[in-house]
């Protein structure tokens, strides 16, 4: 079974640009979440989507945004990036939306913003 | 926000068992304790999860207080492949809030 694939890996952009991650979970989960990780905040919750609804929100702007589509791929938008989004962005697949799924990371997005 | 409380780091010599300590005393009745490690350059991989009661799988037990407001992961016999960072999570409704995790270094 393929894991969860994140794209692109590497990613530059300047201050004020915007930018869109995709993750495509494992086949047959239908909730993925984000996390934002850097060396400064640790692992941070961004949101999850489960059937194509925002079920969850942590404590990000609203430049922040994602959306899943039918196929429970999932995209996640920065907008008028900030040098402080520099981070790896992390996207995690789980089968549904319960507290006890076990939830399947993949490699991560690097973010470098200049 | 559910939270958690760990160690920054431990160490433990190859092939001794490891005892990985987490105070969650917010807990509510229905968040699941979680524990991943991440280990360097890769996104967090799933160790083991739990509710009340304790639990076996191949990699780790995990060892829940009677009250719940504290947990503790074991792993058996130490490798050099178990050198990561430990996270203990409180789960509720698929949210996980990570907390720093304890750095794991293990002596050859």
């Known amino acids: 079974k393929a894991g969860v694939t994140q794209t692109p890996r590497y990613l530059i952009k300047t201050r004020g640009q915007q930018v869109t991650l995709s993750c495509s979970p494992i086949?047959?989960?239908?909730?993925v979440s984000w996390y934002q990780q850097t060396p400064g905040q640790g692992l941070q919750f961004l949101f999850e989507?489960?059937?194509?609804?925002?079920?969850n929100k942590g404590n990000f702007p609203g430049r922040f945004s994602g959306r899943q589509f039918s196929n429970s791929r999932s995209e996640m938008n920065v907008s008028t990036l900030e040098l402080g989004d520099s981070a790896l962005y992390l996207c995690?697949?789980?089968?549904?939306?319960?507290?006890?799924?076990?939830?399947?990371f993949g490699p991560g997005t690097r973010l470098t913003v200049l | 926000d559910a939270k958690t409380t760990q160690p920054n780091s431990m160490e433990s010599n190859e092939e001794e068992p490891v005892h990985l300590p987490c105070n969650h005393s917010?807990?509510?009745?229905?968040?699941?304790i979680h524990w991943y490690r991440q280990l360097p350059s890769q996104g967090p991989e799933y160790v083991i999860h739990g509710l009340t009661s304790n639990v076996n799988n191949r990699m780790a037990s995990l060892a829940i207080a009677e009250d719940r407001k504290s947990s503790t992961l074991i792993l058996h016999r130490a490798t050099l492949r178990d050198a990561a960072v430990y996270y203990c999570i409180l789960n509720t409704g698929n949210q996980f809030y990570f907390g720093t995790g304890t750095s794991l270094t293990v002596i050859p």
């Open positions: 995690a697949s789980s089968l549904a939306h319960e507290p006890y799924n076990e939830q399947f």
């Open positions: 086949s047959g989960h239908r909730s």
């Open positions: 917010t807990i509510s009745g229905t968040d699941y």
């Open positions: 989507y489960f059937s194509e609804t925002q079920r």
